[in-house]
């Protein structure tokens, strides 16, 4: 069955789409249930993710990188999740929001921070939520305040992916006060980990993508240098809203790769298992189930390719990418929901993919923003 076929994926995306399927038989399915039973960093895979040229490529060629367009991110992701959405996330986390500081960094920063992260000698993290406040971006609480030619960081941050193992982050924090801007209060940093006043710890174990890791971090008179700034002071709001944009779709992707996942391994059981005297798929309600799941599928997956075109020409960006992360996930979830079923009682074998993509698409349906406020985005942004 091929389910993530290359019709909707542009020609400039084809060659890394079918590198990233290569590499996801060999190195990603074959080690899915071992990480995601002991819960353990997938080094060996990341470091093998790397020679074959597929992590942080997004970042551009003039620092290292080989300058992956949007459609090709995706592209990867779809096949990534596919396999495995704990170490698919690990290998798209090694440059997560260095991209920001491609974005919108001054020449030196780059030089000094985005160069190794394109050439695989470092990678990074983003941190934005806290542990009081996930959704409300401007609702945050870590404060950078100036001091001579110094920004000094306070605060905590939760849920961060490789606050741990990364060589630096960009922390959104709080340089205003003004109530009656609320969006303009915010900046965004480089902040090495290894910097005095940065401390992180793993939060407790998760149910799902168990191969990803995320850190509790906390900032306690954390010292950066001004020029450590991403852009201008106080637009750290507005460029993370555009870098979710690009975000949203690939989450997007995640969601399609996972529901790709349900439903190959649905088809596949009831077509081996038999009840009354005959194979479960000559029961015409498994045969709606199954159709339910493959029109949704390729419904979601319509949109979301060409909600890819929207946000690469900065055209109803939000709008469409919001669209795409809710439709694929919820998708993701209502494949895996429907797959559970088709698998009777063997669905809640630990050993069995179908459990573990049951648990990993509550994780999509999060991150990169709750579905619940991506509804939000896509009411207040429609086209008028
Ligand atoms: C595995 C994983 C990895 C993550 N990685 C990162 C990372 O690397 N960096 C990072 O910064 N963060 C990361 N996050 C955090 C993630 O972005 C937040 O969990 C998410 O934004 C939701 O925030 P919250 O959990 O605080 O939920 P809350 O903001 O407390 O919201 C809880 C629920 O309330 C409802 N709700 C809240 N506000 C509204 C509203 N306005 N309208 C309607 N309903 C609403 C929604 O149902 C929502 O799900 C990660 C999370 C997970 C699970």
Redesign the pocket.
């Known amino acids: 069955m091929e389910l993530l076929d290359e019709r909707p994926v542009p020609e400039e995306a084809r060659e890394v789409k079918q590198q990233a399927r290569e590499f996801a038989a060999e190195h990603i399915a074959p080690n899915a249930a071992e990480y995601f039973e002991t819960g353990e960093y997938p080094h060996e895979v990341l470091e093998a993710g790397m020679d074959a040229g597929l992590v942080a490529q997004d970042i551009g060629e003039e620092y290292g990188g080989k300058g992956f367009s949007l459609h090709q991110v995706l592209a990867i992701a779809e096949e990534f999740y596919r396999a495995d959405a704990g170490i698919a996330?690990t290998l798209q986390?090694a440059s997560?929001g260095a991209e920001i500081l491609e974005e919108h960094g001054d020449e030196e920063l780059k030089e000094e921070f985005l160069r190794p992260v394109a050439t695989n000698e470092q990678i990074t993290?983003?941190?934005?939520?806290e542990p009081d406040?996930?959704?409300?971006l401007a609702g945050m609480t870590t404060t950078a305040e100036r001091d001579g030619d110094e920004y000094v960081l306070n605060g905590e941050?939760?849920?961060?992916?490789?606050g741990v193992e990364a060589d630096w982050v960009t922390v959104?924090a709080k340089t205003g006060d003004d109530e009656n801007n609320r969006y303009g209060n915010y900046s965004l940093f480089v902040v090495p980990t290894d910097t005095d006043g940065y401390e992180a710890e793993h939060i407790p174990e998760?149910m799902?993508?168990r191969a990803?890791k995320?850190a509790h971090l906390t900032l306690e008179d954390c010292r950066v240098p001004e020029d450590h700034l991403i852009g201008v002071e106080g637009a750290g709001f507005y460029m993370l809203a555009e870098f979710f944009n690009h975000g949203r779709v690939i989450v997007g992707g995640h969601g399609i790769g996972m529901a790709a996942a349900a439903i190959e391994e649905a088809w596949d059981f009831v077509h081996d298992r038999e009840a009354f005297g005959r194979s479960v798929d000559e029961f015409q309600a498994v045969q709606h189930k199954l159709a339910d799941m493959r029109t949704e599928f390729e419904a979601a997956r319509a949109l979301n390719w060409r909600a890819a075109d929207h946000v690469a020409d900065s055209d109803d960006a939000g709008f469409w990418a919001a669209m795409a992360k809710l439709k694929s996930t919820e998708t993701a979830n209502d494949c895996a929901q429907k797959a559970m079923q088709l698998h009777g009682g063997r669905s809640v074998l630990h050993d069995r993919r179908i459990a573990r993509v049951y648990r990993d698409v509550r994780?999509p349906v999060?991150?990169?923003?709750?579905?619940?406020?991506q509804?939000?985005l896509i009411y207040n942004q429609a086209p008028k």
């Open positions: 996330l986390l997560f993290g983003l941190a934005v939520s406040t996930g959704s409300d941050k939760y849920w961060i992916g490789n959104y998760k799902a993508f990803s995320q994780v999060i991150y990169e923003g709750a579905n619940d406020i509804r939000n």
